[in-house]
């Protein structure tokens, strides 16, 4: 009994341990950009996961049929030239919003990839979410900011 008592309190502090690392992750991307509302590919962007680091973020917004939405797709990959030692990047949150041209947020969406590992020349990791956009930005624009929480491991 005293070993199973002793085995749950460590998974339970493993756990919080692990929880608390989630909502402290370090900000690694946070960019914001502007969404032309008449056309299909609203906006194309690219950004390093960490300054001055190979893992990069692609991201493209297309405006949905009926104009009520828009469709956020990411895209991570890490590319090194052969033979060099690199670290994995840790993907622990990414945050998607879409904001007005004042910076309120109309809606927003957090994708929980429960710590995924980046690997140096594997597969990219695509991620897509679909999010409403304000009924006056359909005409004159919106934004859509996207954050990247995680760390290289």
Do not use: C
């Not at 297309?62 to 469709?71: F, I, Y």
């Not at 879409?98 to 990839?113: L, N, Q």
């Not at 897509?128 to 996207?146: H, K, M, N, Q, W």
């Amino acid at each position: 009994m005293k070993k199973h008592l002793i085995v749950l309190t460590t998974l339970l502090a493993w756990a919080l341990a692990t929880d608390a690392w989630a909502q402290t992750a370090p900000l690694q991307v946070d960019v914001r950009v502007r969404v032309n509302p008449d056309r299909t590919i609203g906006a194309i962007f690219r950004r390093p996961v960490q300054e001055g680091q190979p893992a990069r973020l692609r991201g493209v917004i297309l405006n949905q049929p009926g104009g009520e939405t828009a469709r956020v797709d990411l895209r991570f990959s890490y590319r090194i030239p052969p033979g060099t030692i690199a670290l994995d990047e840790i993907i622990n949150r990414i945050v998607i919003s879409v904001e007005d041209s004042t910076g309120t947020e109309f809606s927003h969406v957090s994708i929980e990839p429960n710590d995924i590992h980046l690997n140096p020349n594997r597969v990219p990791l695509d991620y897509s979410a679909t999010l409403y956009i304000p009924e006056d930005a359909r005409e004159d624009g919106y934004f859509v900011r996207v954050r990247v929480f995680g760390n290289y491991e």
